[in-house]
C-alpha cells in the first residue's frame, strides 16, 4: 500500500531558527512529489513540487529536496518567521497519466514559530 | 482573480439530517474533489469529478454524494449525517487530472450532534 510519513509530528522554534521537515514514502512508481503550506483555519497551498528528476528546489526561505532512490524529501526552512507557523503537508503522486485521486497525503508536520 | 469558495463555513447539524456542503470555483477546471481533514488522518478522498456529469467515489465515499451539472460547483451531501462525519471539509480543483496543483478552498467545518 503507498504510505507517506512525516517527521516529526509537531515541531517548536524560536523566530530566526531554522529547521527541516523529513517526508518518506512508498509510493510506487513515483512521478512528483509536492509540499503544501496549511495556515490554521485555512485550505492548504502548494509551497513547491519535486520531480524524479530534481533534486533541489527553492521557493524563497524554503528549500525542498528530493533523493528518489531512497524515497525521502525534505523541506528546509531557513531563519523562521511567526508567519511559518503552520501544517506542512508532503503529498505524493503515483504516476504521470494517472489521475489526482491517486494522490498520497502525509498526515503533516505541525510547526509553531515562537517569538 | 479566481477563486474556490466554500459555504458554509460553520455548520452545526443533527444526527440523521441531510446537509450540503456547497464548492464553487472560477478556475475553469475540469477537476474538483473534495477531502476530509482529521486528526491523526492525513486528507482523505471522498469524492471527485473530472467533469460535467462526471462522478467518481474516493477512499471514503460512504453515506456521501456529489453531483456536477456544471463546470463550476461541486455540491457535496451527506444524506444522513452521523456523529462519524464530523470533520472539516475541504474542496479542490485542479487544471489537469494526473495530479497538478490543487487549489483548496478555505473548509467547512461540520459538527454532527
Known amino acids: 500500500k503507498n504510505q507517506v510519513e512525516q517527521s516529526p509530528q509537531s515541531l517548536i522554534i524560536l523566530e530566526g531558527k531554522n529547521c527541516t521537515l523529513q517526508c518518506n514514502y512508498t509510493v510506487s512508481p513515483f512521478s512528483n512529489l509536492r509540499w503544501y503550506k496549511q495556515d490554521t483555519g485555512r485550505g492548504p497551498v502548494s509551497l513547491t513540487i519535486?520531480?524524479?528528476?530534481?533534486n533541489t528546489k527553492s521557493n524563497g526561505r524554503y528549500t525542498a529536496t528530493l533523493d528518489a532512490d531512497t524515497k525521502q524529501s525534505s523541506l528546509h526552512i531557513t531563519a523562521s518567521q511567526l508567519s511559518d507557523s503552520a501544517s506542512y503537508i508532503c503529498v505524493v503522486s503515483p504516476h504521470s497519466g494517472g489521475g489526482a485521486d491517486g494522490l498520497t497525503f502525509g498526515k503533516g508536520t505541525h510547526l509553531i514559530i515562537q517569538p | 482573480d479566481a477563486e474556490i469558495t466554500q459555504s458554509p463555513r460553520h455548520k452545526i447539524t443533527e444526527t440523521g439530517r441531510q446537509v450540503t456542503l456547497a464548492c464553487h470555483q472560477t478556475?475553469?477546471?475540469?477537476?474538483m474533489f473534495w477531502y476530509r481533514q482529521d486528526l491523526g488522518h492525513g486528507l482523505r478522498l471522498i469524492h471527485y469529478s473530472y467533469g460535467v456529469h462526471d462522478t467518481n467515489k474516493g477512499e471514503v465515499s460512504d453515506g456521501y454524494s456529489v453531483s456536477r451539472s456544471n463546470t463550476e460547483d461541486l455540491p457535496l451531501t451527506l444524506e444522513s449525517a452521523a456523529s462519524s462525519q464530523t470533520s472539516v471539509y475541504f474542496c479542490?480543483?485542479?487544471?489537469?487530472?494526473?495530479?497538478?496543483?490543487?487549489?483548496f478552498g478555505e473548509g467547512s467545518r461540520l459538527t454532527v450532534l
Open positions: 478556475w475553469n477546471h475540469n477537476n
Open positions: 479542490a480543483s485542479s487544471l489537469t487530472p494526473e495530479a497538478g496543483e490543487l487549489f
Open positions: 519535486m520531480t524524479f528528476s530534481e
